[in-house]
């Protein structure tokens, strides 16, 4: 069934956690209301009766990252610059 992607890095150098925006993951199901498979022409009542009509819980992916998180990185970066 289709479903929500929630990814959180978590950058290990630095501690800090970035939230991506979320991503829609599509299944190939007719019976899922949200899939591109399933038909046009499936409209309720059978629609309601036959298919999923929710989408699943969100699935939720921390990767842990061993570098610094792009902010820190970037003032990093600047700190390095010499004159």
């Avoid at 929500?4 to 993951?25: A, F, K, S, W």
Wanted: aromatic content about 10%.
């Amino acid at each position: 069934m289709c479903r929500r992607r929630q990814v959180c890095n978590v950058y290990l150098v630095c501690g800090h956690r970035l939230q991506l925006p979320d991503e829609t993951i599509t299944c190939d199901s007719e019976y899922c209301k949200f899939s591109p498979r399933h038909p046009p022409s499936c409209q309720p009542p059978r629609c309601t009766q036959t298919c999923w009509q929710y989408r699943q819980w969100p699935e939720q992916y921390s990767p842990n990252i061993n570098s610094l998180c792009p902010t820190c990185s970037t003032a990093a970066g600047h700190k390095l610059v010499r004159y």
